[in-house]
């Protein structure tokens, strides 16, 4: 491996990002391994958590595992026009980032040298917090949907599209690295898989999990066992968030208000009325609707704008970035209101407005963290019933073709 090499040292820009034909080229060749005629961003979106989906818990099947703070990429193994092992990080906005001179080995099982293509892997990229005070990047692996150029894994259930991964990539990958644990060090980033819970082992990720993970950490997320991999929003994967916690990504619209000019500035030569450029403006949050993305599509202007400290709007002009139209994560503070949480660059497009609704649902049916807590063991009555009544089945399954065969070797027995 190439010693030269380094782990990423910003998550967010973690490569040479694809243009032009390159990246439409790109975007075509992971439609085609889908099977999909759209060319956008694949991955699925989750659907904020609201009360009712206490009764979905009860109901099926879901794991359960920590919400990273870090930033959502699709991990693409292929090869490259020589033949040569190559990946790139694909974010929200469907950008493809090329891991060059970077070190990124996954092997195949039978053969070490050997490395998957056609591969598509769902997850998280995050920087690890190290006792000595580095950070280390890593990347948090939760779903598969497409390996070695079959992507028929989409329709298999999330336990079985897990079970592929860790078989077939996450085993060698580990292998490989327990017999050279001094070539990780020159890895892009580390490989784990995100630890899953079943879905009432809430106390257990309130207690032990969340406290000591190395990464920031925003919640949790709810996958439903049993359902196929779905492109887009997909109502089975519930993200929660403690309802002072939910967050709403707005296009920032900035009206500067215009004044007249002071005595002194008209004696400098200023007649006319002039926007004030340095007062607070006036924030106003817009809702995506839909059409073209990027800024150029359809909005609606939110009830609440965003509200702005006079610190807070120095401390923005001081830092010389364009404000204009960027998308902004708000939060709502104690007197209910719209605050800026973080810029969103990595986002092309503010929250639709079906998401806004679903957030805006959660906050003011908000389910707590003793909610959740306090649903665990309805929750896992249900999923241990479920479990039984699968196991009788089975059982009465059995007996009919143990009763199928023995009907039939009777017959037979008779005739001779």
Not at 20 to 28: C, E, M, Q, S
Not at 159 to 188: C, S, T
Not at 315 to 326: A, E, F, N, T, V
Request: aromatic share 10%; charged share 30%; net charge negative.
């Amino acid at each position: 491996m190439d010693q030269s090499a380094h782990p990423l040292r910003d998550i967010a820009k973690p490569g040479i990002r694809a243009e032009g034909d390159l990246l439409r080229a790109l975007r075509a060749e992971v439609a085609n391994l889908l099977g999909r005629s759209s060319h956008g961003f694949p991955g699925a979106q989750p659907v904020s958590f609201a009360r009712r989906h206490l009764d979905e818990l009860r109901r099926e099947d879901y794991y359960v595992c920590e919400k990273s703070d870090g930033i959502r990429y699709l991990l693409y193994l292929t090869a490259d026009e020589q033949g040569g092992e190559c990946a790139y990080l694909v974010d929200r906005k469907n950008d493809y980032w090329w891991l060059h001179q970077r070190n990124l080995h996954f092997p195949l099982s039978h053969d070490q040298a050997a490395f998957h293509t056609g591969t598509l892997i769902d997850g998280e990229l995050v920087m690890d917090r190290l006792p000595n005070g580095d950070k280390e990047p890593k990347f948090l692996v939760f779903d598969l949907l497409a390996l070695d150029g079959k992507a028929d894994l989409l329709s298999k259930p999330l336990d079985k599209r897990l079970g592929y991964f860790k078989e077939h990539v996450m085993k060698p990958y580990r292998n490989l690295f327990a017999m050279y644990p001094e070539e990780l060090q020159y890895q892009a980033f580390k490989v784990e898989m995100k630890e899953m819970q079943f879905s009432y082992g809430i106390e257990m990720m309130f207690r032990d999990v969340l406290p000591h993970l190395k990464h920031e950490n925003d919640g949790l997320i709810f996958t439903c066992r049993t359902s196929p991999y779905q492109f887009g929003t997909d109502p089975r994967i519930l993200k929660w968030k403690a309802p002072h916690e939910n967050t709403v990504d707005f296009r920032l619209r900035l009206k500067f208000p215009r004044v007249e000019p002071s005595e002194a500035e008209r004696a400098d030569g200023q007649a006319e009325a002039f926007v004030d450029y340095d007062s607070v403006p006036e924030a106003r949050l817009l809702v995506y609707t839909g059409g073209g993305g990027g800024g150029h599509g359809n909005y609606d202007e939110f009830p609440e704008p965003l509200y702005l400290t006079e610190e807070e709007w120095e401390r923005l002009k001081s830092w010389g970035d364009p404000l204009q139209d960027r998308v902004v994560e708000c939060c709502l503070d104690e007197d209910k209101r719209w605050r800026l949480y973080r810029f969103r660059d990595d986002k092309n497009e503010a929250n639709h407005v079906s998401t806004v609704n679903s957030v805006m649902q959660s906050i003011k049916d908000g389910v707590s963290e003793q909610d959740l807590l306090a649903a665990a063991k309805s929750i896992k009555d249900s999923w241990k019933m479920r479990q039984h009544q699968q196991q009788q089945q089975r059982e009465r399954e059995r007996e009919r073709e143990q009763h199928r065969g023995g009907g039939a070797g009777g017959d037979r027995d008779r005739d001779h």
